[in-house]
Nanobody, 131 residues
Framework: QLQLVESGGGLVQPGRSLRLSCAVSGETLDLHAVAWFRQAPGKEREGISCISSSGWVTRYADSVKGRFTISREMDKNTVYLQLDSLKPEDSAVYYC????????????????????????WGQGTQVTVTA
């Protein structure tokens, strides 16, 4: 059974950084694409970054491009999301998710499709950016 556990959230000032971790157990990362999503109160869930099962493809939403970086460490079976230059509007619960089929976040996926079809989710970690 594929399980995901996020950690690393917290309270930070604008302009500072955080690194979120998504520890995956049950299967190895090379079988699954992993994506990060976030949801702020009263707003829809937003897909913000993904990494393909091969690790070769990474994609970002325009709202975080140039500030957030997704990566993975195979020997720890963990996916990271480095959050730099944080803004108050980045405040949200951040979730990681994996797709069973391992086909998401493809090189030619549309911005919508690359964040569809994830069927295993973590519990989320809160990020709050405030002065």
């Amino acid at each position: 059974q594929l399980q995901l556990v996020e950690s690393g959230g917290g309270l930070v000032q604008p302009g500072r950084s955080l690194r979120l971790s998504c520890a995956v157990s049950g299967e190895t990362l090379d079988l699954h694409a992993v994506a990060w999503f976030r949801q702020a109160p009263g707003k829809e869930r937003e897909g913000i970054s993904c990494i393909s099962s091969s690790g070769w493809v990474t994609r970002y939403a325009d709202s975080v491009k140039g500030r957030f970086t997704i990566s993975r460490e195979m020997d720890k079976n963990t996916v990271y999301l480095q959050l730099d230059s944080l803004k108050p509007e980045d405040s949200a619960v951040y979730y990681c998710a994996a797709d069973t089929a391992g086909v998401r976040c493809g090189a030619y996926d549309s911005p919508i499709n690359r964040f569809q079809g994830y069927d295993h989710w973590g519990q989320g970690t809160q990020v709050t950016v405030t002065a």
